[in-house]
């Protein structure tokens, strides 16, 4: 398979073109010929004209790459390795949502042959490749894994908004249904990655892996969260005790904040989910979640009740949010945290102004119900920085001022300033 890939006899496909399956289609097509694949006919077209609907790649990772750009399921007939990576989220109930998946698993079905490849990069719980998607690949094709094709797992490992640690650049994890799939997976992704290639011994090893890397940070963070709500009643600074802790060799550097994003704030639902069907309800990595999300609601109440030590009535407050995406200098709004504690604020009757100089004001408007902003007014009687953008980073207390009435609040949720006022009321996690 590789050698038939590297000469352009044979395609590579990936199925779903987001933050993940375009950078990938992207690498491959420096090397090999590609199908990129979404369902999404709009954001296809803005692909075939050089543009990222996501805003991380640039337009001239483009050009020169062997590639085409299609919605349409039957110009996937012509590949012969299909990379699967389509969104996995969880639903209202933190339920794993595998429509995406399954839908692209069907879609395959119906194209495959003797001889294909299927790897799946999406992140799944240990087992979801080999008992969910691979039924569906032998009925839609009516092809017996080992005799007619192959399948693999290689977790997805980018990193939006990071422009050092690209994909190339990022050791990745390959396995495969057998020894030969496994060594063809390899060098297919070995032609790509220039870290290096780690193969798992198995399909659910690999998953595995993917899912404990997120709920491990998780977990950190939600012992970050928990001091810091202790540490806030002692009124001790939070982040002033983790860098006395740090001096220590062995003290690891976590910090408290709003865990969001498509992976961290959703990959240990897919363990916690898959543990429960097998018996065993976890406790620590349950309660780590549990309190990771109740955090907006924590901070929300804490302004509250600042606002009211300020003699500051919440119905007549009127508060700043500067910062709605999931994380600094990316224009992801998935599953952010922020629009939880901008609807906390809400339930208070809080009047609250939204900005943020990378967020799509339709994208938030469509995804939470919530007006951004062009940029901010003045008059607030509090403002909370809740995203470490570039553009926040450069500011200083006496710009925070400037917008800000008496008695002004400034929360600071990546404690990235120093209070040099003392008129002004300073918080941070």
Same mark, same amino acid.
């Given at each position: 398979?590789?050698?038939?890939?590297?000469r352009k006899e044979?395609?590579?496909a990936v199925i779903?073109?987001?933050?993940?399956?375009?950078?990938?289609?992207?690498? %491959?097509?420096?090397? /090999?010929?590609? #199908?990129?694949?979404?369902?999404?006919?709009?954001?296809?077209?803005?692909?075939?004209?050089?543009?990222?609907?996501?805003?991380?790649?640039?337009?001239?990772?483009?050009?020169?790459?062997?590639?085409?750009?299609?919605?349409?399921?039957?110009?996937?007939?012509?590949?012969? /390795?299909?990379?699967?990576?389509?969104?996995?989220?969880?639903?209202?109930?933190?339920?794993?949502?595998?429509?995406?998946?399954?839908?692209?698993?069907?879609?395959?079905?119906?194209?495959?042959?003797?001889?294909?490849?299927?790897?799946?990069?999406?992140?799944?719980?240990?087992?979801?490749?080999?008992?969910?998607?691979?039924?569906?690949?032998?009925?839609?094709?009516?092809?017996?894994?080992?005799?007619?094709?192959?399948?693999?797992?290689?977790? +997805?490992?980018?990193?939006?908004?990071?422009?050092?640690?690209?994909?190339?650049? #990022?050791?990745?994890i390959v396995s495969?249904?057998?020894?030969?799939?496994?060594? +063809?997976?390899?060098?297919?992704?070995?032609?790509?990655?220039?870290?290096?290639?780690?193969?798992?011994?198995?399909?659910?090893?690999?998953?595995?892996?993917?899912?404990?890397?997120?709920?491990?940070?998780?977990?950190?963070?939600?012992?970050?969260?928990?001091?810091?709500?202790? %540490?806030?009643?002692?009124?001790?600074?939070?982040?002033?005790?983790?860098?006395?802790?740090?001096?220590?060799?062995?003290?690891?550097?976590?910090?408290?904040?709003?865990?969001?994003?498509?992976?961290?704030?959703?990959?240990?639902?897919?363990?916690?989910?898959?543990?429960?069907?097998?018996?065993?309800?976890?406790?620590? =990595?349950?309660?780590?979640?549990? =309190?990771?999300?109740?955090?907006?609601?924590? =901070?929300?109440?804490?302004?509250?009740?600042?606002?009211?030590?300020?003699?500051?009535?919440?119905?007549?407050?009127?508060?700043?949010?500067?910062?709605?995406?999931?994380?600094?200098?990316?224009?992801?709004?998935?599953?952010?945290?922020?629009?939880?504690? =901008?609807?906390?604020?809400?339930? /208070?009757?809080?009047?609250?102004?939204?900005?943020?100089?990378?967020?799509?004001?339709?994208?938030?408007?469509?995804?939470?119900?919530?007006?951004?902003?062009?940029?901010?007014?003045?008059?607030?009687?509090?403002? #909370?920085?809740?995203?470490?953008?570039?553009?926040?980073?450069?500011?200083?207390?006496?710009?925070?001022?400037?917008?800000?009435?008496?008695?002004?609040?400034?929360?600071?949720?990546?404690?990235?300033?120093?209070?040099?006022?003392?008129?002004?009321?300073?918080?941070?996690?």
């Open positions: 398979m590789y050698q038939q890939l590297l044979n395609q590579i779903g073109l987001g933050y993940v399956g375009l950078p990938i289609a992207l690498e %491959f097509a420096k090397y /090999f010929r590609v #199908i990129g694949f979404d369902i999404n006919h709009s954001r296809v077209e803005l692909m075939q004209r050089g543009i990222d609907p996501s805003q991380e790649v640039e337009a001239s990772v483009f050009d020169g790459k062997d590639i085409v750009f299609t919605s349409n399921m039957e110009d996937l007939r012509q590949a012969q /390795f299909f990379v699967v990576a389509v969104p996995t989220p969880v639903d209202d109930y933190k339920v794993p949502d595998l429509k995406p998946l399954i839908g692209a698993s069907h879609t395959i079905g119906k194209v495959l042959k003797k001889g294909d490849y299927v790897i799946y990069e999406s992140t799944v719980y240990p087992g979801c490749t080999e008992e969910d998607c691979l039924p569906i690949l032998e009925k839609e094709s009516g092809l017996k894994l080992g005799e007619d094709f192959k399948i693999g797992y290689s977790p +997805e490992r980018i990193n939006p908004g990071d422009k050092d640690r690209t994909i190339d650049k #990022i050791l990745k495969g249904s057998d020894a030969e799939a496994l060594e +063809e997976i390899a060098q297919v992704y070995g032609q790509i990655i220039s870290a290096g290639i780690y193969k798992a011994p198995t399909i659910k090893v690999a998953e595995a892996a993917k899912v404990i890397e997120n709920t491990q940070r998780d977990l950190n963070i939600s012992l970050m969260n928990e001091l810091a709500i202790i %540490f806030d009643r002692m009124g001790i600074d939070t982040k002033d005790v983790i860098e006395a802790a740090g001096t220590k060799w062995n003290f690891i550097k976590f910090y408290p904040g709003l865990v969001g994003g498509h992976c961290i704030g959703v990959d240990p639902y897919y363990l916690l989910y898959k543990a429960k069907k097998l018996g065993y309800d976890p406790q620590v =990595i349950h309660s780590g979640r549990r =309190i990771n999300d109740g955090m907006p609601a924590f =901070i929300a109440k804490r302004l509250i009740q600042m606002l009211i030590q300020k003699s500051k009535s919440p119905q007549n407050a009127k508060v700043l949010v500067m910062g709605i995406t999931f994380k600094e200098n990316v224009s992801d709004i998935r599953n952010s945290k922020i629009a939880d504690l =901008i609807k906390e604020l809400m339930s /208070f009757s809080v009047n609250v102004h939204i900005v943020d100089p990378y967020a799509s004001p339709n994208e938030v408007a469509h995804e939470y119900g919530l007006t951004l902003m062009d940029k901010p007014s003045n008059d607030y009687d509090a403002v #909370i920085v809740s995203v470490g953008h570039n553009e926040y980073k450069a500011l200083d207390i006496d710009y925070f001022k400037q917008i800000m009435k008496e008695a002004p609040i400034l929360m600071d949720l990546k404690g990235m300033y120093r209070n040099t006022d003392e008129k002004i009321t300073y918080w941070r996690l």
